[in-house]
């Protein structure tokens, strides 16, 4: 009895010794930024050990990481219900409903976590981040305050709290808090991008530009860098304007922007879709179904469902293929290209009955190759419908101005003897606000023209 009890122990230690490499090796591959390898692992693991916690935790994670979000609440979940205690794995909960959005899931998750280590930095600035989302402002900068008390060189904490109190009006304090995250964290881009556009809304232009040129230094090939440093220097004396934004930078900005464009848009009062909706409609008459239209820039496609009713085929354009991605989802449209808009155009020759753009040419200072371009991609008696920022008291010699925003704005004499020279007869044009931005409204022009 006693040699087979022995056996049996060996045995056993041999399976735990098994189990454990197992994991080590799953681990080592998943921290290679190899989660789907990791997975096989994992799962190789739950095989032999369906009920192993960190097995289960772990292929959440990597299955989170793979885009399987559901199957990662699942796993998580699991291993939660066989190891309540399991700090790090509800911590990796609340991250999972944090990026699925399930930001009061998240809340409950890093409340959990923090009721049982008040001390984890992490959990603090995450909570502060799903509480944001809420617009549970002081609650978040609460948050990221505490993690900061307990972590004073974690410089994402410090951007996240100078992104709370700018939200808030607490401008000084906002600066403040992103220039420590730059002494924390020197060589972050995110610290030096966003104290530029905090002292750019403050109009400290010349103080911007310095920083831009310190991101610059860290990331000189950076389209987004070298676009608002010649936005900096185009509002200086005698500084020449790029006559657009480079596909480049369109395509970085907004294909990070992507994920967060409808929400934030929203949040700003954002009009132009509606409005151009609204113009096309006057111009277009009834809505039968029975005409060609083309979305350029179509973004996310927030001018597909106003368009719809009107088009018997509804194509939309634009250059981040993040903002495509959202615009499939939407659905709604017959087909959607990645390219840039006037090379796209020149290739469209009178293919169009309408072409409707909103919010687009206020990343085109020069207007004159886009409209050209446009009058020749549509059809005799075809439309055009447009919004472009306006230029308030715009010279009597004003074209376009590259803001230090890092958008153009346009004199109205400009864009309608454009329009003209183009072959365009102006249907209708209007004065309006666009969105706010900084607390202000932000003037446009919202514009029906008629190819002759």
């Not at 209007?430 to 029906?448: C, D, M, N, S």
Request: with cysteine; aromatic share 6%.
């Amino acid at each position: 009895m006693r040699k087979s009890n022995t056996k049996m122990a060996r045995k056993a230690q041999r399976q735990k010794i098994s189990l454990d490499d197992a994991l080590q090796l799953a681990i080592d591959t998943h921290r290679q930024g190899k989660p789907r390898l990791a997975s096989q692992h994992y799962a190789a693991i739950l095989e032999v050990a369906p009920r192993h916690p960190d097995a289960l935790h772990y292929m959440g994670v990597a299955q989170h990481q793979l885009g399987q979000h559901d199957a990662a609440l699942r796993l998580i979940g699991n291993a939660l219900d066989i190891a309540p205690d399991y700090i790090d794995a509800r911590n990796n909960l609340g991250n999972v409903q944090k990026e699925m959005g399930l930001f009061a899931d998240a809340e409950h998750s890093y409340r959990q976590v923090l009721a049982a280590r008040p001390d984890f930095a992490l959990a603090h600035n995450n909570l502060g981040v799903v509480l944001r989302a809420q617009d549970r402002l002081p609650e978040a900068a609460a948050c990221y305050r505490a993690a900061l008390a307990i972590a004073p060189t974690f410089a994402q904490g410090w951007i996240n709290l100078g992104n709370v109190l700018k939200k808030t009006g607490e401008d000084k304090e906002a600066l403040t808090a992103y220039r420590n995250a730059i002494l924390h964290s020197p060589e972050n881009p995110e610290a030096y991008r966003n104290l530029a556009r905090a002292l750019v809304s403050q109009q400290r232009r010349e103080e911007a530009l310095d920083i831009y040129r310190q991101w610059e230094r860290i990331e000189p090939d950076n389209p987004v860098v070298r676009h608002h440093i010649a936005a900096c220097e185009g509002a200086g004396a005698g500084a020449a304007a790029p006559e657009r934004a480079s596909d480049a930078y369109v395509q970085t900005v907004f294909d990070r922007f992507a994920g967060s464009f409808d929400g934030v848009l929203e949040k700003l009062g954002y009009r132009a879709p509606a409005l151009c909706g609204e113009m096309a409609a006057a111009l277009l008459g009834a809505p039968q179904g029975r005409l060609d239209i083309l979305d350029a820039g179509c973004g996310t496609g927030l001018c597909g469902p106003l368009l719809r009713p009107f088009a018997r085929k509804l194509a939309g354009v634009d250059l981040s293929g993040g903002m495509l991605a959202k615009a499939r989802e939407r659905g709604g449209y017959d087909d959607l290209q990645e390219g840039e808009l006037t090379a796209w155009l020149r290739q469209q020759a009178a293919a169009w009955d309408a072409i409707v753009s909103a919010d687009t040419l206020c990343y085109f200072g020069a207007l004159e190759a886009v409209f050209t371009a446009s009058a020749a991609a549509l059809r005799a008696g075809g439309h055009l419908v447009f919004t472009v920022e306006q230029t308030v008291d715009a010279a009597p010699d004003a074209t376009s101005v590259l803001h230090p925003h890092g958008r153009y704005s346009h004199a109205e004499h400009y864009v309608r003897e454009a329009l003209r020279q183009a072959g365009f007869e102006v249907r209708e044009s209007r004065h309006i606000t666009l969105r706010q931005e900084a607390g202000k409204p932000v003037a446009g022009l919202l514009v029906g023209a008629r190819k002759r």
